[in-house]
């Protein structure tokens, strides 16, 4: 009988990657426009790098079995 394959989650594989140490990378939230009226500060902010919090990181885990 053949061995089953996981199936990568494709909205999970455009959103987050994994580091050399497990932690798991995602993209900043509110950065992508009306940014005239969010402070430069902010802005700049939202280009430090994010990760999933550890209450969330086993269901991405799980939706990125190949990771």
């Known amino acids: ?3 089953m394959k996981l199936k990568t989650l ?4 455009k959103r987050f990657k ?3 140490n497990g932690k798991i990378k995602r993209g900043h939230a509110f950065r992508s426009h009306i940014l005239t009226k969010k402070d ?3 802005t700049r ?3 430090q ?5 550890d ?3 086993a269901a991405v885990k799980k939706m990125m079995p190949y990771g």
Do not use: E, F, I, W
């Open 40 to 42: 430069t500060k902010t």
């Open 45 to 47: 902010g939202y280009r």
């Open 1 to 3: 009988m053949a061995k």
């Open 49 to 53: 790098p994010n990760y999933v919090d």
């Open 10 to 13: 494709s909205g999970a594989k």
């Open 18 to 20: 994994l580091t050399k």
């Open 55 to 57: 209450t969330n990181a």
